[in-house]
């Protein structure tokens, strides 16, 4: 564990730069921030899909996934970091599989809604995948490490078959959207 923070404010970023974990200094509009920030906007939004009223397994799921977040966040931080593994990415699948196998199969475009958690696994999902944009984005202009990028594109999956799954264990249908309507 780095230095703790005994005091919040440090007066640094007043001149619009922000401090990355390896000591150097970029604005705070750099896509480098960019990313880092909408990964803890998705960790914060899977912060409050966890004050909802989850399965035991999707809640401990989710709690794993905040910490891989914040793992990425840290490689974010940290220009040649690597902490996100392919066992980490496979690990989302077997559990997308697991969640996606009760459901009945899709033949159409469903809208994010249904129950108070399924809406908030989508609004999560939606920021996923702008995290996985933000970071692709960096990733052509300073190399990431690819199996984080996986794992957001996992996570972005598992969390629409996570709301589906939420959905059906409330017993609130998908809402489907309705062309030409």
């Not at 397994?57 to 891989?68: D, M, N």
Request: net charge neutral.
């Amino acid at each position: 564990m780095g230095n703790r923070l005994s005091r919040i404010y440090t007066r640094t970023g007043d001149d619009g730069s922000t401090g990355l974990g390896d000591g150097s200094r970029v604005a705070k509009d750099d896509p480098r921030v960019e990313a880092i920030g909408t990964v803890d906007e998705l960790n914060s939004a899977i912060g409050v899909l966890l004050t909802h009223e989850l399965p035991v397994a999707v809640r401990s799921a989710l709690t794993g996934i905040q910490h891989a977040l914040f793992d990425i966040g840290g490689e974010l931080c940290i220009p040649g970091r690597s902490c996100i593994t392919a066992a980490q990415v496979a690990q989302l699948e077997h559990l997308l599989d697991g969640l996606n196998a009760d459901l009945p199969a899709l033949k159409e475009f469903i809208l994010p809604g249904g129950s108070k958690a399924a809406a908030a696994c989508h609004m999560a999902r939606a920021i996923c995948r702008r995290a996985e944009r933000r970071s692709f984005s960096l990733g052509k202009q300073s190399g990431i490490n690819p199996a984080s990028l996986q794992y957001l594109n996992r996570l972005s999956d598992l969390l629409f078959v996570m709301a589906r799954h939420l959905n059906k264990q409330a017993g609130e249908p998908d809402v489907f959207w309705q062309h030409e309507r």
